[in-house]
């Protein structure tokens, strides 16, 4: 079965700092790859996905990620982080185009002034 | 256009009861899910319909039942509801062969004496 991992529940930043959320997936067949941002009471909107076309994606709001095979990995970034970045991040996994998604614990960021 | 619509957003329930959360999608996509979200375990799968007249169960099934009403509509039901039904439960769509993303729903926030 497919997991997600994401490590750290909480990272916090200062604003301008680079963001750097982790993510690891385990599959041995390249998976389709999402991250999803929830911003409190609210549902889930994707930022970016993976799906075999390029291996650094780049998303909105100046997020992207890079897609590792050999490390398994889809690690979000941002370089310059911003006190409207304050959110839940979900890492997730499907095995089919759209279909089921496995997601990970979330990683709640933090942005200090 | 509404995208993926739920209701309702809040309910309070005693230990028992039953209900049924209702969920609508205007972008005439094939595929809708149902997810809880509980602290520290990010979104698991309770049940979707990959297609209209089809249901599925997920990660989660014990304790719900669902019905794909039609394209638009997928109903979730607690028949006798219990605390550890307490979560927040959001609905998604996806176009299966067109776009991937999953959209999802505002959530609904249950919760259960």
């Known amino acids: 079965a497919q997991s997600v991992t994401q490590l750290g529940s909480h990272v916090s930043v200062s604003e301008g700092a680079l963001v750097l959320l982790r993510c690891n997936y385990s599959?041995?067949?390249?998976?389709?790859l999402f991250w999803y941002v929830q911003y409190p009471n609210q549902g889930l909107q994707l930022l970016l996905k993976?799906?075999?076309?390029?291996?650094l994606v780049k998303g909105i709001n100046g997020f992207e990620a890079e897609f590792k095979k050999s490390e398994t990995s889809f690690h979000l970034t941002k370089p310059s982080a911003h006190m409207s970045d304050a959110a839940e991040y979900f890492c997730?996994?499907?095995?089919?185009?759209?279909?089921?998604?496995?997601f990970g614990a979330g990683t709640i960021l933090r942005v200090k002034s | 256009n509404a995208g993926v619509t739920q209701t309702p957003k809040f309910q309070v329930l005693k230990t028992g009861q039953s209900m049924t959360l209702q969920c609508a999608q205007d972008?005439?996509?094939?595929?809708m899910y149902w997810y809880r979200q509980d602290p520290g375990m990010g979104l698991r799968l309770i049940y979707y319909?990959?297609?209209?007249?089809?249901?599925d169960k997920g990660e989660v099934p014990n304790g719900y039942n669902v019905s794909r009403l039609n394209k638009r509509e997928f109903s979730l039901r607690l028949e006798s509801a219990a605390p550890s039904q307490t979560s927040v439960y959001f609905c998604?769509?996806?176009?299966?062969?067109?776009?991937?993303?999953?959209?999802f729903g505002p959530g609904t926030r249950l919760t259960v004496l």
């Open positions: 972008m005439n996509h094939n595929s």
């Open positions: 998604a769509s996806v176009q299966r062969g067109g776009t991937d993303t999953q959209y």
């Open positions: 319909s990959a297609s209209e007249g089809t249901t």
């Open positions: 993976y799906t075999s076309a390029a291996t």
């Open positions: 599959s041995s067949v390249p998976p389709y």
């Open positions: 997730a996994v499907s095995m089919e185009y759209g279909n089921k998604l496995v």
